[in-house]
Nanobody, 122 residues
Framework: VQLQASGGGLVPAGGSLRLSCTAS????????MDWFRQAPGKERDFVGR????????YYADSVKGRFTISRDNAKNTVYLQMNSLKPEDTAIYYC????????????????WGQGTQVTVSS
């Protein structure tokens, strides 16, 4: 199984980026997909979740109203659209796949992507 994240980069405050995470080796529409982020010296924090069908999403308060998660099961890909970016959004962003349960504990995920760096300049 591989989760390949891409789309990170350097963007000014107020700008937008769209991250992608493409999965291989699994039946994509059977997996809940989440995004996390980790800033230097900090823990990996939950950003948002999308259910298997894409009909339901959930976001951390820090990104609610600015970030949108979507998925295309035909392309085995989940997206994170990030708008109105702030310097505090600077982090490595990771996608993660979960088969069972609703926990947000990082130990409870089955697969992780390699991460993509997002840097927001002030």
């Amino acid at each position: 199984v591989q989760l390949q994240a891409s789309g990170g980069g350097l963007v000014p405050a107020g700008g937008s980026l769209r991250l992608s995470c493409t999965a291989s080796g699994l039946t994509f529409n059977s997996w809940t997909m989440d995004w996390f982020r980790q800033a230097p010296g900090k823990e990996r924090d939950f950003v948002g979740r999308i259910n298997r069908s894409g009909s339901s999403t959930y976001y951390a308060d820090s990104v609610k109203g600015r970030f949108t998660i979507s998925r295309d099961n035909a392309k085995n890909t989940v997206y994170l659209q990030m708008n109105s970016l702030k310097p505090e959004d600077t982090a490595i962003y990771y996608c993660a796949a979960k088969y069972y349960g609703s926990s947000y504990k990082t130990d409870d995920y089955d697969y992780w992507g390699q991460g993509t760096q997002v840097t927001v300049s002030s």
